[in-house]
């Protein structure tokens, strides 16, 4: 993968983020998301940030080796530190990261958020806790989408701030548009999960005492929900 041939999770991410927006891409890692969007003419400009060294480097490296600098600004910052007013962001990729970290970097950076941008996630599992934030937070699911890449499974959510908002306990779980959509690669994922819940519940169901009760019946509940939704 480079700023030419993204992956196709990352791709896919890229088909989210609306022409002409300003970008900034939290977590930029190589900076390969924000330099193919502005070498393809897709985005108008980008904040590249990154709390680790090394990753921050790397991003700046892909923007001077593609000549960007005037377009493409690179930060050292945490999360949402690295959005400034001027910038004038439209739109925030988060991607490749826990659904919890993700929720994380959204709450304590909400002062940098103007509630205008279109926020772009791609949570490496976590999903349900990140939904609960965006509702919690009036933010909207727009699309959803699933995709298996290297043997995992990726999802991403699209959302935009759109005053409150209730999705039930299973939507929270399983993504409302995904539960509607019902989607090959979302009922093979699902049909996965089943599989390993029941064979932890099956372990568990030898050694009772090394589970809390009240874990149990947690997984106990997700395979019934799940099982519903494959019925």
């Known amino acids: ?9 990352l791709e896919r ?3 989210h983020v609306p022409a002409g927006a300003r970008l900034a891409d939290i977590g930029s890692d190589h900076g390969y998301l924000p330099v193919a969007l502005l070498r393809r003419g897709v985005i108008a400009a980008a904040v590249a940030g990154e709390v680790a060294l090394t990753p921050f480097h790397a991003a700046q490296r892909s923007v001077r080796e593609n000549a960007l ?8 910052a945490n999360g949402l530190a690295a959005i400034e007013p001027e ?9 490749g990261m826990g659904g919890e970290t993700i929720r994380d970097i959204l709450d304590s950076g909400k002062a940098r958020l103007n509630g205008q ?10 999903e349900q806790p990140l939904r609960q934030w965006l509702m919690d937070n009036g933010y909207r699911i727009l699309c959803e989408e699933l995709l298996r890449e290297n043997r995992f499974d990726y999802e991403i959510i699209v959302a935009e701030r759109a005053g409150p908002v209730n999705y039930t306990a299973k939507e929270l779980y399983f993504g409302p548009l ?10 093979d994922k699902w049909q996965r999960r089943l599989r390993q819940k029941q064979k932890i519940l099956n372990h568990f169901a030898r050694a009772p ?7 149990i019946q947690d997984i106990t509940r997700q395979i019934r929900w799940i099982s519903e939704l494959l019925a």
């Open 1 to 9: 993968m480079n700023e030419q041939t993204l992956s196709l999770r």
């Open 117 to 126: 941008e279109r926020l772009i996630l791609q949570p490496n599992g976590g």
């Open 209 to 215: 005492q090394s589970l809390p009760e009240e874990k």
């Open 87 to 95: 910038d004038g962001i439209t739109a925030i990729s988060l991607c």
């Open 13 to 15: 991410v890229a088909a």
């Open 69 to 76: 600098g005037s377009d493409i600004t690179v930060r050292l």
């Open 178 to 187: 995904q539960m509607q959509a019902r989607s090959p690669a979302f009922l």
